[in-house]
């Protein structure tokens, strides 16, 4: 499919665009059929060398079939050449569905967190008895240590 769109040129922070057309898979700033126009966009609005077109070779691309990507159509719409209406998309300000994934996901932990905190400051009963049944447990190697120590004697 062939596209009549901008080539990118110039030196950084310095763009300047060549109006070509170009086969739809071809990169950017890569090969291209014609050179139809130019568009500077360092100069003012107003200035009539901002954008230069080939009307009558653009008219011809088209009727072969070429499409004008959107800021041509713009251009050309200024020009007279195309009808150039504005694109709608509601959708645009919306987060992706990754996004509203991740949102539902943190929602749902801050739910789980806030309903622990809220079971933790109902009960608080359960704290000492585990305190008692950890004390026990930790006598019983202090006893066995010994009983290690006498057999390596008895060894020895």
């Given at each position: 499919?062939?596209?009549?769109?901008?080539?990118?040129?110039?030196?950084?922070?310095?763009?300047?665009?060549?109006?070509?057309?170009?086969?739809?898979?071809?990169?950017?700033?890569?090969?291209?059929?014609?050179?139809?126009?130019?568009?500077?966009?360092?100069?003012?609005?107003d200035?009539?060398?901002?954008?230069?077109?080939k009307?009558?070779?653009?008219?011809?691309?088209?009727?072969?079939?070429?499409?004008?990507?959107?800021?041509?159509?713009r251009?050309?719409?200024?020009?007279?050449?195309?009808?150039?209406?504005?694109?709608?998309?509601?959708?645009?300000?919306?987060?992706?569905?990754?996004?509203?994934?991740?949102?539902?996901?943190?929602?749902?932990?801050?739910?789980?967190?806030?309903?622990?905190?809220?079971?933790?400051?109902?009960?608080?009963?359960?704290?000492?008895?585990?305190?008692?049944?950890?004390?026990?447990?930790?006598?019983?190697?202090?006893?066995?240590?010994?009983?290690?120590?006498?057999?390596?004697?008895?060894?020895?």
């Amino acid at each position: 499919m062939l596209k009549i769109r901008l080539a990118r040129g110039g030196a950084k922070k310095r763009p300047y665009y060549s109006i070509v057309v170009a086969d739809s898979h071809s990169p950017r700033d890569g090969r291209f059929i014609e050179k139809v126009g130019t568009y500077n966009p360092l100069l003012k609005k107003d200035d009539p060398t901002r954008v230069t077109l080939k009307l009558e070779r653009i008219q011809e691309w088209m009727a072969k079939g070429a499409q004008p990507t959107d800021r041509v159509a713009r251009f050309l719409g200024a020009a007279g050449v195309v009808q150039w209406k504005a694109g709608n998309n509601p959708k645009k300000a919306e987060p992706g569905q990754k996004a509203k994934e991740r949102a539902e996901e943190r929602a749902q932990r801050e739910a789980d967190r806030a309903a622990a905190a809220a079971e933790a400051a109902a009960a608080p009963a359960p704290e000492p008895e585990a305190a008692v049944e950890e004390a026990p447990a930790a006598e019983a190697p202090a006893e066995e240590a010994p009983a290690a120590d006498a057999s390596e004697e008895a060894q020895g």
